[in-house]
């Protein structure tokens, strides 16, 4: 239901942006940035050990920082939109696929994706509020869903349901990105 309603699906229209309570809300309601946090956390989780899995989910925190000093200090950009999308498809298919990468690449995809949401994020403070409050906020917030992807991961695994879970998953990654596009 909620990807019918495009300014829900896209996080960055209708929300405050100045505290650490609103950088902590943004990712969460916005289905794109929920999506593509909760999927790379469940791809990295199965690319390597839980020492991968946290170099990975790391490199995707440092990236998504720096992606928003980038944002912060240019403004909205108009293709950052589409590399948002873009991290949907591209996550949804490895997961879909089951690929699995070394774990340098898999980090350095992730902080791709990274730059992008987070130039988002830092595009939107508005003049005179605390970047450092509401970075640290979504900062939060996507490690929480960074982690809630991995922890989904592992429960699928532990259950056996690892194929069935990379199928459906990654074909709801892939689905919401080409609905994005169609929307944006």
Known sequence: MFL???????????????GFGAGFVHPLL??????????????????HTLRGTL???????????????????QGAQPLVEFGIIGSLLIT?????????VPMAAAAAIAGLFAL???HAHGAEMAAG?????FASGFTLASALLLTAGAGLA?????????????????GVLVA?????????
Not at 4 to 18: D, E, F, I, S
Not at 176 to 184: K, M, P
């Open 116 to 118: 992008f949401h987070g």
């Open 92 to 100: 949804g298919a490895l997961i879909f696929g089951a690929r699995r």
């Open 55 to 73: 170099g990975v989910i790391g490199a995707f925190l440092g990236a998504v920082v720096l992606g928003f000093a980038v944002g912060a200090g």
């Open 129 to 133: 509020l605390s970047a450092a409050l």
């Open 176 to 184: 919401s990105g080409v609905y994005l596009l169609i929307v944006v």
């Open 30 to 47: 916005g289905l794109d940035h929920l999506l593509a946090m909760a999927g790379i956390g469940f791809w990295a989780a199965r690319q």
């Open 4 to 18: 019918l309603v495009p300014a829900l699906a896209l996080a960055h229209p209708g929300h405050g942006h100045g």
């Open 154 to 170: 592992a429960a699928a695994a532990r259950m056996r349901q690892m194929r069935p879970m990379e199928r459906v998953g990654g």
